[in-house]
């Protein structure tokens, strides 16, 4: 009599991010499409009604604010989930996978605020927009890497999320301490209130998540009155929404934080970050003049992204390697190295919010920080892709012997 099979472990499911690396450019592709479709119209004959609908009120708030406080919070609660399933259950789950993309990650900020805060140190004014070419844009970074396909390791790709998971960590600590108004402390108060009740739901086990997001959308109200920055209220539900589907059980695809990520991410990839990308991406260009593109702010901005993130990011990663801190990712040289630092220069969607918050009662920069986001992110990846794409592509290798 033979034994009986053993039985067999459901394989893990894949997170949204990690599904979009082994997939498709997908959202990035549409992001890009709907960043030239703003240029395109910010240009045209249609320039002025763009921007009137985009200054229109519904409501409380401007088109362009519902935009960047409401829809950008349902952008931040899925960083938010990434950034908790990825440190508690994924590649970010011990400290030594931590070291390599959390050095480059450090030094892909700090060299980017460097490098703006020198081309802008005698402008105060200008000088609060140091932190804009700090952060990498991970739906265009990743989609380069898709369109690149078998030329880059996978390892590399992991190493890519892992950095800009980080990365988006950092941008919103940076938001929370640093681009904040006036506070409210009896707003701050309540608001503190339902983040203890959303830890009390987490904590005794409630796994439907329809309560979460009720509170939730309390919890982003609260902070849109408290100063803070309402996009913060999506990364601090993120973190209330268990990460199993119930107490001492694996990760899988019937856990509230899988389920919510997956049903988030086709939204916030195909609607939500076009959308962003169309209201924020429209600069016109007319008038445009040789002193606009050599302003303080488009300089410091396309620098920071351009050079100041591949120093950074490779600079970091030399640091954490030589100094035995942690290994190169597997099959990666340092020309792929070199190309994903290169990548980590699109700051498109992060730069153009970060940028919105720091010059919010200063919109005569309003125009060279669009124009230097656009001309760092797109020099980054032409320049990232020229150096990734020189390698030669991977053997695909037959399945092993079951």
């Keep these: 009599m033979q034994p009986a099979p053993s039985p067999r472990r459901l394989p893990r499911p894949l997170s949204a991010l990690r599904g979009l690396i082994v997939s498709s450019a997908g959202g990035g592709l549409v992001l890009v499409a709907s960043a030239v479709l703003a240029l395109i119209v910010a240009n045209g004959p249609y320039g002025d009604v763009y921007d009137r609908a985009l200054h229109a009120k519904i409501g409380?708030?401007?088109l362009l604010h519902w935009i960047n406080d409401g829809l950008m919070a349902v952008f931040f609660l899925l960083v938010g989930l990434?950034?908790?399933?990825e440190i508690l259950d994924g590649s970010l789950r011990t400290w030594p996978a931590r070291a390599l993309p959390g050095v480059a990650a450090l030094g892909g900020m700090l060299a980017p605020?460097?490098?703006f805060a020198a081309i802008n140190w005698s402008s105060p004014a200008t000088l609060r927009g140091w932190a804009i070419p700090a952060a990498t844009d991970i739906a265009f970074a990743l989609g380069v890497l898709a369109l690149l396909g078998s030329r880059v390791p996978v390892s590399l790709k992991v190493f890519l999320t892992a950095l800009a998971i980080l990365d988006d960590l950092g941008a919103v600590v940076i938001i929370a301490l640093f681009y904040t108004a006036d506070l409210s402390w009896p707003m701050l108060g309540l608001a503190a209130a339902v983040v203890a009740m959303l830890a009390t739901l987490n904590r005794v086990g409630l796994r439907r998540l329809g309560p979460y997001l009720i509170l939730g959308a309390v919890l982003w109200l609260l902070v849109l009155r408290s100063g803070l920055h309402a996009t913060v209220a999506g990364v601090v539900l993120a973190?209330?929404?268990?990460l199993r589907a119930s107490p001492g059980r694996p990760d899988d695809g019937e856990s509230p934080l899988h389920r919510l990520e997956h049903a988030l991410h086709p939204w916030v990839a195909y609607l939500i970050l076009p959308v962003f990308g169309f209201a924020n991406a429209g600069v016109s260009l007319a008038g445009?003049?040789?002193?606009?593109l050599l302003a303080p702010v488009t300089l410091g901005v396309a620098a920071g992204l351009f050079v100041?993130?591949?120093?950074?990011?490779?600079g970091g990663v030399w640091l954490a390697v030589r100094t035995g801190l942690a290994r190169k990712p597997a099959g990666a040289d340092w020309r792929h190295i070199y190309g994903v630092a290169l990548l980590c220069g699109?700051?498109?969607?992060?730069s153009l919010f970060i940028g919105g918050l720091a010059f919010a009662d200063t919109p005569e920069f309003d125009t060279e920080t669009k124009l230097g986001v656009i001309l760092g992110s797109v020099a980054s990846t032409l320049a990232g892709a020229l150096v990734l794409s020189l390698g030669r592509r991977e053997a695909v290798r037959p399945p092993a012997a079951r």
């Design 60 to 62: 409380p708030l401007s």
């Design 82 to 85: 990434e950034i908790k399933r």
């Design 113 to 115: 605020a460097l490098v």
């Design 239 to 242: 973190l209330a929404i268990p």
């Design 288 to 292: 445009l003049t040789p002193a606009a």
């Design 308 to 314: 100041g993130k591949q120093v950074g990011v490779l």
């Design 346 to 350: 699109i700051g498109f969607t992060m």
